[in-house]
């Protein structure tokens, strides 16, 4: 299997631009997951998605994310309007049952001028 | 709200010697906990992960301890190489849900 793929993996945008990142999980799981990394909150979760519905989505930060997952093997987190301070590294991570191990894709790094 | 601690943040040892990376957690209802190793700007890639109902795991140099009811796991990577070299985060999950530690940063030298 590839793993987790994400697209794409580095994204330079101006403010006020929508930025839209892609995630395609591990064929058979059910579970996917984003997160995002910043030096001064580390790795924190967004939203997760069971069997293509979204369970939990207190981790997003405001009404400008938005996230989808269209299809098993497909997801997207938009943002809009984009700032400065969403510049991070955005994770997306799958796993097979809940409380099971995740397999993390390598990152869509996101700057945002 | 489940915290979790990484002691310490940076580490730094010559070439052969045995690492020992701490973790501590506040909420001991956890499913399992989870190892992972990050290079400088690549993802996580996923070392160990320990059930709530196991006390150790071990893969080739690499064994981790969990003590549920103190909150603490351990990892243990012995001889290091500099290969070795990264940033290693301990994860906790809450059924779906894992919180990171802020990780620890090895340096080891050659």
């Known amino acids: 299997d590839a793993g987790v793929i994400q697209s794409p993996r580095h994204e330079v945008t101006e403010m006020g631009q929508e930025v839209t990142l892609r995630c395609k999980p591990i064929s058979g799981h059910d579970y996917l997951f984003w997160y995002r990394q910043t030096m001064m909150r580390g790795l924190e979760l967004l939203i997760y998605?069971?069997?293509?519905?979204?369970?939990?989505d207190s981790g997003m930060p405001e009404d400008r994310f938005s996230a989808k997952m269209p299809n098993a093997s497909f997801s997207t987190l938009k943002i809009q309007p984009s700032e400065p301070r969403d510049s991070a590294v955005y994770f997306c991570?799958?796993?097979?049952?809940?409380?099971?191990?995740?397999?993390f894709g390598p990152g869509t790094r996101l700057t945002v001028t | 709200k489940q915290e979790v601690t990484q002691i310490p943040a940076a580490l730094s040892v010559p070439e052969g010697e045995n690492l020992v990376l701490n973790c501590s957690f506040t909420d001991s209802a956890i499913y399992n906990l989870q190892w992972f190793r990050q290079d400088p700007g690549k993802g996580l890639t996923s070392l160990l992960l320990?059930?709530?109902?196991?006390r150790e795991q071990t893969s080739g140099r690499l064994n981790a301890s969990l003590d549920k009811s103190s909150g603490r796991s351990t990892l243990y990577i012995a001889a290091s190489q500099p290969g070795d070299s990264a940033t290693y985060l301990c994860?906790?999950?809450?059924?779906?849900?894992?919180?990171f530690g802020a990780g620890t940063t090895v340096t080891v030298r050659a």
């Open positions: 320990i059930q709530s109902s196991q």
């Open positions: 998605f069971n069997n293509n519905v979204p369970i939990d």
């Open positions: 991570a799958s796993s097979f049952i809940t409380g099971k191990e995740q397999y």
């Open positions: 994860a906790v999950s809450n059924d779906y849900k894992l919180s």
